[in-house]
């Protein structure tokens, strides 16, 4: 009696335990579910639709330079970003995203590089080359309709001295697919420059929702995939890129020009109004990141790089005799 009693004990237990598992078990995916759920991705085309339909809008509040973290007079922003990018003169260099060419037009003339530039938009390539034209820019700024995460479609490979996405990356739909583009598209040395906005981390808890749900309505409203910083360190690092700085874009505050969290976009289009400004939880932080393409060269084994180039030189399976 007392041992068929200690049986169904047992038996109760395991049952309990087994319940238990399966719920902890459910309880996970459906967590990973929600983050997943927020992560909006816009195919290529849909993102091409978009702008075909605001540009004339994103003209009328932006100008020609479509960034929403920028400076009150635009032609700092863009001398910080030929500072910062380091072009110099003949360069050959790739705008990932152009928009209307205000930034490659504006680098062609005050730093003397030639620019390929890409857009998605049929709408900004006819913009853009009327503008070309009317500046005298044929053949230093060329235009191409296309999609940045094949760029080896239009371009020759190892041809370009510098990649460059201002406020374009995020749109990708496949960020691992636009950084490996982008490699194929650098010169040994070259380099990737990507400025753009990334998910913010929460300082408490209690605020992770709220940035979700707001970076789930850009995403929405703006055909956006805001991508995580850590995740894009991962992937250039995985691609075989040195990591040569990330960090927060440095305006001296007089000069910032806040259309990240006006209105001014969202009343004109009535594209995701921020209802109340002093509840709203701004969801992203802005940064840029620079990776060059190692050499891979012995005659380069020497040069500051050398540990990440040694380790991409063996990785491509080079003899210890070469190194
Ligand atoms: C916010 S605008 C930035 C435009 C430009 N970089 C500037 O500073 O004025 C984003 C740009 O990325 C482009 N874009 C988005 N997804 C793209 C894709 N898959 N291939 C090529 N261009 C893309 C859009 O067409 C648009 O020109």
Known sequence: ?????????????????????????????????????????????????FYNEQTNNFLKVYGEVIQAFRTTDVKKLLDYQIETIGFEKGQRVLDAGCGVCG??????????????????????????????????????????????????????SDSFDVVYFLESFGHASNHEQVINSAWGMLKPGGKLYIKDLFIKEAAIQSLSDDIQREVKNINDAYRYNIADLYEVLKLVR??????????????????????????????????????????????????????????????????????????????????????
């Open 238 to 323: 995985k691609k075989g890129y040195i990591l040569s700085s990330v960090k927060t874009i440095d305006f001296p505050l007089e000069d910032f020009e806040n259309l990240t969290i006006s209105n001014d976009f969202q009343e004109l289009t009535g594209i995701n109004q921020i209802e109340n400004l002093e509840e709203y939880v701004f969801p992203v932080d802005f940064f840029e990141i620079t990776c060059i393409k190692p050499w891979n060269a012995l005659e380069y084994g020497n040069s500051r790089y050398f540990l990440q180039n040694l380790f991409y030189m063996q990785m491509h399976n080079r003899k210890q005799e070469e190194l």
């Open 1 to 49: 009696m007392t041992s068929a009693i200690s049986i169904l004990l047992i038996l109760a237990l395991a049952i309990a335990c087994f319940v238990l598992i399966i719920l902890l078990l459910r309880k996970q995916p459906s967590r990973q579910m929600s983050l997943m759920e927020s992560k909006a991705e816009h195919s290529a085309r849909e993102v091409g639709d």
């Open 103 to 156: 930034p490659a037009r504006y680098f062609a003339k005050n730093s003397g590089v030639h620019v390929e530039a890409i857009t998605i938009s049929e709408d900004q390539v006819e913009k853009s080359r009327k503008y070309i034209t009317e500046e005298g820019l044929e053949g230093k700024v060329n235009v191409t309709h296309g999609d940045y995460h094949q760029l080896e479609k239009y371009y020759e």
